[in-house]
């Protein structure tokens, strides 16, 4: 099986599938571009500058890493 990119009118979806996985990690994520079950999500964040989430679905061979900017820290805060 080939690997494939994230379509681009796809990555908000993929964007809402790792918010769901962030909030429930042990549940299982459907994939953004085939809906299969099980999509594998390997949080690889720089915080505090950046998230970024690699994407893979076995089922149609999505390999994919999105990227969330972080806003600048503000100086005494401690966010």
Request: charged share 15%; proline share 13%; hydrophobic share 45%.
């Amino acid at each position: 099986m080939t690997t494939k990119p994230l379509p681009p009118d796809k990555v908000h979806t993929a964007l809402a599938r790792v918010a769901a996985w962030r909030a429930a990690p042990t549940e299982s994520v459907a994939c953004p571009v085939c809906e299969a079950p099980d999509l594998a999500i390997l949080d690889q964040s720089a915080r505090p500058y950046a998230e970024w989430y690699a994407l893979s679905c076995a089922a149609c061979g999505l390999k994919a890493t999105i990227n969330v900017p972080l806003g600048p820290q503000v100086p005494g805060s401690d966010a």
